[in-house]
């Protein structure tokens, strides 16, 4: 089945340690995207990528690194610069067939918190 | 003022009810729009996309764009207990490569 994985399901951060969350993707999708999740917040755009080695900040990439050097694959890292990192943070990508306007489709997210 | 509102609930209901869930925005150059729908720890699954004004129907769920209004709904007939999530509204322009989200609102359906 075509789908999107997150791994792992659960991650856990030392103080100044950096984490790096996985997304990986068989949809054939070229746009991937970073959203994290707050309770009562929706979700906000950490970073996107129309193409493989091309990446975009989104409003909230301070304390977040990422790299497209796959098209199936756009792993996350939260660096110890990011002194909020508890959240759950979704994957998502796009295809720009047809348009740029297609559907956004998500994994099933990676819960971060702090040990 | 944020560019996308919704009532967060929570929304609690019998089975069988029809339910109403509701998104207003700002921006009038939105052109596109989505419901998503969220279970407990997973990610939003994409229940209805629709462009411009106007109604969509997928058998039990009804989605509507005013854009007169700034206002979306998305209907839910003969609801079940399995709807019982939170759902998210999302919009985009015809530019614009990232969506603007909702807070969500939590729905359960009482059996």
């Known amino acids: 089945d075509g789908g999107i994985t997150q791994s792992p399901k659960y991650l856990f951060r030392k103080e100044g340690q950096n984490v790096t969350l996985s997304c990986e993707q068989n949809?054939?999708?070229?746009?991937m995207y970073w959203y994290r999740q707050d309770p009562g917040q929706g979700l906000r755009l950490i970073y996107y990528?129309?193409?493989?080695?091309?990446?975009q900040k989104g409003d909230i990439a301070e304390g977040y690194s990422v790299s497209r050097e796959k098209k199936e694959s756009f792993p996350l890292t939260v660096t110890s610069a990011q002194k909020n990192p508890t959240a759950f943070y979704l994957c998502a990508s796009s295809t720009p067939r047809g348009g740029s306007n297609q559907p956004q489709h998500f994994g099933d997210g990676t819960r971060l918190s702090i040990l | 003022q944020k560019e996308v509102e919704q009532d967060p609930g929570p929304l609690s209901v019998p089975e069988g009810a029809i339910v109403s869930l509701n998104c207003t925005y700002s921006n009038s150059a939105f052109q596109y729009f989505m419901w998503y729908r969220q279970y407990s720890r997973k990610g939003p699954e994409l229940l209805m996309y629709t462009y411009s004004s106007g109604n969509k129907e997928d058998g039990r769920f009804t989605a509507q764009v005013d854009k007169s209004s700034k206002y979306i709904s998305l209907f839910i007939r003969d609801s079940q207990p399995s709807d019982s999530a939170t759902y998210l509204c999302a919009m985009k322009d015809g530019s614009a490569r990232q969506l603007t989200f909702g807070s969500g609102t939590q729905l359960t359906v009482l059996p």
């Open positions: 990528s129309q193409i493989v080695n091309d990446f």
């Open positions: 949809l054939n999708h070229d746009a």
